[in-house]
T-cell receptor
Framework: KAGVTQTPRYLIKTRGQQVTLSCSPI?????VSWYQQTPGQGLQFLFE???????NKGNFPGRFSGRQFSNSRSEMNVSTLELGDSALYLC??????????????FGEGSRLTVL | SQQGEEDPQALSIQEGENATMNCSYK?????LQWYRQNSGRGLVHLIL?????REKHSGRLRVTLDTSKKSSSLLITASRAADTASYFC?????????FGAGTRLAVHP
């Protein structure tokens, strides 16, 4: 069974640009969650999608958005990039259903550098 | 602040020694999980302990959970250089998916 795939793995953008990151979950997993990891802030929860609906959202500005498609693939978008958005963005999928969190399966991440 | 918080933030030990990491969380949970991350890569699931369990073992790993104190500990016995990584606890609940700041473990040969 293929694991969680994140693309692109590395990218460099400049301030003010926007970026879209993609995550393909493990087949059969309907929950996809996103995290931002920086040296100073650790792993911060961005949002979670389940069956194309955003179920939970972390404390990030509206510049951070996401969506999930009918095949459970998910994308996240960051608009008007700032230097502080430089981070490793991790996606995880799970069979998580309402009220219960099981094991999360992570991709290798997308490392974004904003210049 | 993070719901899960680990301590210590960093731990340096010799091969063969045991490593203990602690985690505290703030709200009710369904389960608590521990993950490992090797330098800048994705996280790998280590072990899950349910809220009605007090202790669980998996190979060289031992996890305890004290729901009255909202805390958990991860013990790695007979550590190896390959255990060098960051370890995160994750409190599994419905509303938020929260990781702690992590413990950086360095195991020296």
């Amino acid at each position: 069974k293929a694991g969680v795939t994140q693309t692109p793995r590395y990218l460099i953008k400049t301030r003010g640009q926007q970026v879209t990151l993609s995550c393909s979950p493990i087949s059969g997993h309907r929950s996809v969650s996103w995290y931002q990891q920086t040296p100073g802030q650790g792993l911060q929860f961005l949002f979670e999608y389940f069956s194309e609906t955003q179920r939970n959202k972390g404390n990030f500005p509206g510049r951070f958005s996401g969506r999930q498609f009918s095949n459970s693939r998910s994308e996240m978008n960051v608009s008007t990039l700032e230097l502080g958005d430089s981070a490793l963005y991790l996606c995880a999928s799970s069979v998580r259903t309402s009220g219960n969190t099981g094991e999360l399966f992570f991709g290798e991440g997308s490392r974004l550098t904003v210049l | 602040s993070q719901q899960g918080e680990e301590d210590p933030q960093a731990l340096s030990i010799q091969e063969g020694e045991n490593a203990t990491m602690n985690c505290s969380y703030k709200t009710s949970i369904n389960n608590l999980q521990w993950y490992r991350q090797n330098s800048g890569r994705g996280l790998v699931h280590l072990i899950l302990i349910r809220s009605n369990e007090r202790e669980k073992h998996s190979g060289r790993l031992r996890v305890t959970l004290d729901t009255s104190k909202k805390s958990s500990s991860l013990l790695i016995t007979a550590s190896r250089a390959a255990d060098t990584a960051s370890y995160f606890c994750f409190s599994g609940g419905y509303n938020k998916l929260i990781f702690g700041a992590g413990t950086r473990l360095a195991v020296h040969p």
